[in-house]
């Protein structure tokens, strides 16, 4: 095949399903180092390309139910670092309250103690509350959060590239240890940000980490189109998911971008069992220990309607949704929901079955889920996908020993990795320039 399939791991602290934690082997193992080395010998088994880490600032008060983000991304991406030689480390940073030169050096840092493997997830935070967190009465609006972001993006990339390749010399004979005409500063002066200097952090083993969004809004997949490599993205219809495909790539087309140099990777969940009854089985379980009200209260919440208007034996309630609740939610996450919700008229309980909180999933045996997988992958839907462990381990463990192998017997999925760089990897050009 001339196309690769791509795949990561999702690590949302104990796993995608609300149960996670309560049936987990360590409840508070979402703040254990050892918890996510784990993970990330599993990924490397799979053969993954990365282990993908979300971030928040929030504690999900003011009743908090489950684990959440607590860790700063690079703590345990640098554990996973020292574990393991190939898979790559994506971490989750906010450019609402990161200044790019932050950024910048932090994920250079990661990228040289890991040979080459970092890349940086580019979101703007939208949870009201984080504000006064630092200091700020209010967020930027959802324009404005773009804009700084996009803006973030461009002067993070042009300090990434103020050393040139071969800058740091360490030539203990001539007694040379840096090029000085090998670094360029820059001068950036913007609407969020004025930047001034150079990074110090010389180039990096990937010549610029690999730049990663998650975002369906227009701003966002504006946003994907000029700058990202991979887009994290959430779909819930194959028909859905082809759209998304041909727009991101023809919007980067009209960026001088080709179709190969920025990959599309939706968010997926299989839940898995070794038949189709056992996995049901898996999930009815899962379901049962969690119940549904958290999630119900989630779904109100991210569809900005009052919870007293979903009922879980009806459908929901289209005449009190309302636009404005898509600019709540993140837009691309409101429409996947609220598409699959109509187009298969769907109670609240059987959406509430389907995970609307998260991606896409999928129950059955690894055929089934693979099945579903080459049908995204050969019908333009996706170039891979950013998968999701119902409850960790063991939901990366089945992926790890019964999906993956199945893809690989297809020819859809590396049984090596064919390159030292998480950028090689995905099969993304070196940027020395």
């Given at each position: 095949?001339?196309?690769?399939?791509?795949?990561?791991?999702?690590?949302?602290?104990?796993?995608?399903?609300?149960?996670?934690?309560?049936?987990?082997?360590?409840?508070?193992?979402?703040?254990?180092?050892?918890?996510?080395?784990?993970?990330?010998?599993?990924?490397?088994?799979?053969?993954?390309?990365?282990?993908?880490?979300?971030?928040?600032?929030?504690?999900?008060?003011?009743?908090?139910?489950?684990?959440?983000?607590?860790?700063?991304?690079?703590?345990?991406?640098?554990?996973?670092?020292?574990?393991?030689?190939?898979?790559?480390?994506?971490?989750?940073?906010?450019?609402?309250?990161?200044?790019?030169?932050?950024?910048?050096?932090?994920?250079?840092?990661?990228?040289?103690?890991?040979?080459?493997?970092?890349?940086?997830?580019?979101?703007?935070?939208?949870?009201?509350?984080?504000?006064?967190?630092?200091?700020?009465?209010?967020?930027?609006?959802?324009?404005?959060?773009?804009?700084?972001?996009?803006?973030?993006?461009?002067?993070?990339?042009?300090?990434?590239?103020?050393?040139?390749?071969?800058?740091?010399?360490?030539?203990?004979?001539?007694?040379?240890?840096?090029?000085?005409?090998?670094?360029?500063?820059?001068?950036?002066?913007?609407?969020?940000?004025?930047?001034?200097?150079?990074?110090?952090?010389?180039?990096?083993?990937?010549?610029?980490?690999v730049v990663l969004q998650a975002g369906g809004s227009p701003q966002g997949m504006g946003l994907a189109a000029r700058h990202a490599d991979a887009v994290f993205t959430v779909n819930h219809s194959f028909e859905?998911?082809?759209?998304?495909?041909?727009?991101?790539?023809?919007?980067?087309?009209?960026?001088?971008?080709?179709?190969?140099?920025?990959?599309?990777?939706?968010?997926?969940?299989?839940?898995?069992?070794?038949?189709?009854?056992?996995?049901?089985?898996?999930?009815?379980?899962?379901?049962?220990?969690?119940?549904?009200?958290?999630?119900?209260?989630?779904?109100?919440?991210?569809?900005?309607?009052?919870?007293?208007?979903?009922?879980?034996?009806?459908?929901?309630?289209?005449?009190?949704?309302?636009?404005?609740?898509?600019?709540?939610?993140?837009?691309?996450?409101?429409?996947?929901?609220?598409?699959?919700?109509?187009?298969?008229?769907?109670?609240?309980?059987?959406?509430?079955?389907?995970?609307?909180?998260?991606?896409?999933?999928?129950?059955?045996?690894?055929?089934?889920?693979?099945?579903?997988?080459?049908?995204?992958?050969?019908?333009?839907?996706?170039?891979?996908?950013?998968?999701?462990?119902?409850?960790?381990?063991?939901?990366?463990?089945?992926?790890?020993?019964?999906?993956?192998?199945?893809?690989?017997?297809?020819?859809?999925?590396?049984?090596?990795?064919?390159?030292?760089?998480?950028?090689?990897?995905?099969?993304?050009?070196?940027?020395?320039?």
């Amino acid at each position: 095949m001339t196309r690769q399939l791509h795949l990561n791991v999702n690590v949302n602290n104990s796993g995608r399903h609300p149960a996670s934690w309560r049936v987990a082997d360590d409840p508070l193992g979402f703040l254990s180092l050892e918890f996510y080395e784990n993970i990330g010998r599993l990924a490397e088994r799979g053969k993954l390309d990365a282990v993908f880490f979300s971030d928040g600032f929030d504690y999900g008060g003011p009743h908090v139910e489950r684990p959440w983000q607590a860790l700063d991304p690079f703590i345990p991406l640098t554990a996973v670092a020292r574990v393991t030689q190939h898979v790559g480390l994506v971490a989750t940073v906010s450019s609402s309250f990161h200044e790019p030169y932050n950024i910048a050096r932090t994920v250079a840092s990661l990228d040289f103690i890991s040979g080459g493997r970092a890349a940086w997830n580019v979101v703007g935070t939208r949870t009201p509350e984080v504000a006064q967190l630092f200091g700020l009465e209010q967020l930027l609006d959802h324009d404005a959060r773009y804009a700084r972001a996009e803006e973030a993006v461009e002067v993070v990339k042009a300090l990434w590239g103020t050393w040139d390749k071969d800058a740091l010399r360490g030539d203990q004979r001539s007694g040379q240890f840096v090029d000085v005409r090998g670094i360029h500063p820059i001068d950036h002066q913007g609407t969020y940000f004025k930047v001034k200097g150079a990074l110090n952090v010389p180039r990096s083993p990937q010549g610029r980490p690999v730049v990663l969004q998650a975002g369906g809004s227009p701003q966002g997949m504006g946003l994907a189109a000029r700058h990202a490599d991979a887009v994290f993205t959430v779909n819930h219809s194959f028909e859905a998911a082809q759209a998304f495909y041909r727009s991101i790539k023809s919007e980067a087309a009209q960026y001088g971008r080709g179709a190969d140099e920025i990959l599309i990777l939706p968010g997926l969940l299989p839940i898995l069992g070794s038949t189709e009854a056992e996995a049901i089985a898996r999930k009815d379980w899962l379901d049962e220990v969690s119940g549904f009200e958290r999630e119900r209260l989630d779904l109100a919440n991210s569809l900005a309607i009052d919870a007293q208007h979903l009922k879980l034996d009806e459908q929901l309630p289209w005449t009190k949704i309302e636009d404005a609740a898509r600019s709540r939610a993140g837009q691309g996450f409101a429409k996947a929901v609220l598409d699959l919700a109509a187009r298969e008229r769907l109670t609240v309980r059987e959406l509430l079955k389907r995970n609307p909180n998260g991606h896409r999933n999928i129950v059955g045996t690894a055929e089934q889920v693979a099945d579903s997988i080459e049908q995204w992958f050969r019908g333009h839907a996706a170039d891979g996908f950013n998968l999701n462990a119902d409850y960790f381990p063991q939901g990366l463990e089945a992926i790890v020993e019964q999906l993956v192998p199945e893809l690989q017997r297809r020819g859809l999925f590396r049984r090596e990795y064919e390159a030292s760089t998480l950028r090689g990897n995905l099969g993304l050009q070196l940027p020395w320039s």
